[in-house]
């Protein structure tokens, strides 16, 4: 058995969605509820089938988006893990809709940080048994913190 740490590939101001999900249309449906999550999103699906043929499916309505999918699903290549990478959006306006699509067994992240994924091999294949979101907390806010995270909320329009 052997465990590895993928780094995945996105810019810094693009979002990412990696997540487990098990049947052949998961690429469809996730495209599907991408689209009707979010108005102005662009974005890029990569799908890793676990069985049959084996491939990499992709969807999505950016190239660039698309084709950085593409690149860290196979990077990742653990079977039934699909990865979103998305702009013109947050994770918070699209994540409910990923949760509904009926093949979707979990989410492993949703953020816009520098993620990395930690897989396992085995003589049956490749899984993701976690990831790495974003770096080590540095302290605890006080005040003056938690008024910049309600200002910040606020500027969002998640609070009034």
Known sequence: ???????????????C?????????????????MASSSPNVKFGIG????????????EG???????AAKKNAMGISAGHTFIILFYGAFPI???RSIREVPE??????????RV?????????????????????????????HIEARRDLLKKFGYKP
């Open 1 to 15: 058995m052997e465990m590895n740490a993928y780094e995945v590939y996105k810019k810094e101001e693009w979002q």
């Open 17 to 33: 969605i990696i997540g487990h999900a098990g049947f052949i249309k998961t690429a469809e449906d996730l495209y599907g509820a």
């Open 47 to 58: 799908f890793v089938e676990a069985s049959g043929e084996r491939l990499v499916r992709f």
């Open 61 to 67: 309505n950016d190239n660039e988006l698309i084709e």
């Open 93 to 95: 306006n699209v994540v």
């Open 104 to 113: 979707v067994s979990e989410i492993f992240c949703a953020t816009a940080n």
């Open 116 to 144: 990395q994924v930690i897989t396992v091999s085995t003589e049956l294949g490749k899984a993701v048994i976690g990831v790495v979101d974003g770096e080590c907390a540095l302290g605890i806010e006080d005040e003056k």
